[in-house]
């Protein structure tokens, strides 16, 4: 399946011109490469080293002893001649070496037969050696068209000097073995080096598959193809947190994309209904000729439509740019009873009319944007006022609790209905549609407060009961003015 796959791939996809353009396959099958390279030419050429090593130290000390079994012979007494001979001429034959006795002169006192036509006297270089001499020497003729190696040790006799001993031993079968020793550890390393490729080529493919996975699930999301999942219990653990925040991203986007296209169809059915409402009231007038008073009572009319939408759009401008990364939110000291009686000598005139009475408790000061808090109240005491009756209260309290400071909107009027209270601050959300148009309300007012207080990292609840009345809290964390 791998190979299919390399075979549909361009070369120069593969292999591209500069490094850093290659593939996290190929820089991860490159380092395997090297690596897999490094590690097996040190231990072939360790083993190499260590076996060559080993033979010619056994060379060698075959040599000395050798050596030195002459040496003991040569001083020892003329009975030892027979064991000289033998150490010289039978011995050699069996050991695959040769050895030579000279004078003083050069001349050969004894040597192994045929040695003179292998390994000549002048092989050896320097007659009288002070010495041990040791000599790695190929001799000029060929054996069957092989060369022959040899390694030649020439000594003194003894301290007189009077004698010198020559030895010379054929290692041209352990040269061979080396040899093809060497050659079988080069191929043993090329096989080795390729066989790593080959093997991080498919070790790599098969460990990247998750991010292959990913990408065909990033290929399938679309707008209307938001299920798409990553099950992050089959994937490594260093990945599964990448896995874990795909899926939270997806959630997000679904939820954003859901949001967007509710929010777009409110929008649509909120527009609808007032445009309508002004072309149905156009229509009319222009059905038929009427006085000035009736066109007059239709313009006013639509003027308060088109209030009712630009303060609509207003309510969505504010909203778009709360929920912008970019809002900037002006943090000041702020006297709380100082905010709430503002707020309520804004609306009592409002109260007034409905015979409704405002009432301010409590004191302290909070670290918050001005402007946005005041707007935050204005909207739960206009939402209060309209839902009070005649005769009810509406009181406005602050408090510190917790390092928290809370800000309380209560009245005493009809309350809401619970299957309505988790749906409040869902934009355009009406608990009773026909009762909030009449009171010229667009269900923005209490999503605005959320964002306020979602832009303050606060929280906003509600407690409401039928008939008894509700209650809206705004509860603040305790800041340091910056």
């Not at 938001?226 to 899926?247: D, G, H, I, Q, V």
Request: charged content about 20%; overall charge neutral.
């Amino acid at each position: 399946m791998f190979w299919k796959t390399v075979k549909k791939n361009r070369l120069k996809d593969l292999i591209p011109k500069h490094p850093h353009q290659w593939s996290i396959t190929l820089r991860l099958v490159w380092i395997y490469t090297l690596s897999a390279f490094f590690v097996l030419a040190i231990a072939t050429f360790s083993l190499y080293w260590i076996y060559t090593n080993r033979l010619e130290n056994e060379n060698y000390q075959f040599l000395e002893n050798k050596v030195l079994v002459l040496q003991k012979l040569l001083q020892s007494e003329p009975a030892n001649e027979s064991f000289l001979k033998e150490e010289i001429i039978l011995e050699p034959n069996l050991y695959h070496y040769y050895s030579r006795i000279l004078d003083r002169n050069g001349n050969t006192i004894i040597e192994t037969p045929k040695m003179n036509a292998i390994v000549p006297v002048s092989a050896f270089g320097n007659i009288y050696p002070a010495e041990n001499q040791v000599i790695y020497w190929v001799s000029p003729k060929k054996n069957h068209h092989r060369e022959k190696y040899f390694l030649l040790m020439s000594a003194p006799a003894g301290n007189n000097n009077d004698r010198i001993i020559q030895i010379a031993k054929d290692i041209s079968a352990e040269h061979s073995i080396i040899e093809d020793s060497r050659q079988g550890l080069i191929i043993i390393l090329l096989l080795g080096v390729f066989g790593s490729a080959a093997l991080g080529i498919i070790v790599t493919h098969r460990g990247l598959k998750p991010l292959r996975d990913i990408t065909q699930s990033t290929q399938r999301v679309s707008v209307v193809q938001l299920k798409e999942r990553l099950n992050p219990t089959t994937w490594p653990k260093e990945l599964s947190k990448l896995a874990n925040s795909f899926n939270e991203m997806l959630d997000r986007i679904e939820d954003g994309v859901n949001r967007l296209s509710q929010f777009s169809g409110d929008l649509a059915h909120e527009l609808r209904t007032p445009v309508n409402n002004l072309m149905g009231e156009a229509e009319i007038a222009l059905s038929k000729p009427r006085s000035n008073d009736e066109y007059r009572e239709v313009i006013e009319s639509s003027i308060e439509e088109l209030e009712r939408i630009s303060q609509m759009i207003e309510n969505l401008l504010f909203l778009a740019r709360a929920e912008s990364p970019e809002s900037v939110v002006n943090f000041i000291s702020i006297p709380l009873r100082q905010m709430l009686d503002e707020v309520s000598n804004f609306y009592e005139a409002a109260a007034e009319e409905k015979n409704v009475k405002i009432k301010c408790e409590g004191n302290g000061h909070l670290i918050a944007d001005a402007l946005m808090l005041r707007r935050a109240l204005s909207n739960l005491v206009y939402n209060a006022l309209q839902h009070t009756p005649a005769g009810g209260t509406i009181t406005l309290s602050a408090k510190v609790v917790n390092n928290a400071t809370y800000i309380l909107i209560s009245d005493n009027g009809e309350g809401i209905a619970p299957e309505h209270v988790p749906h409040l601050f869902d934009r355009f959300y009406r608990a009773d549609s026909a009762r909030s148009t009449k009171t010229g309300g667009t269900g923005l007012g209490l999503a605005i407060v959320k964002s306020i207080m979602e832009l303050h990292k606060g929280q906003v609840k509600i407690e409401s009961k039928p008939g008894k009345g509700t209650q809206v809290t705004l509860i603040f964390p305790q800041l340091k003015q910056s």
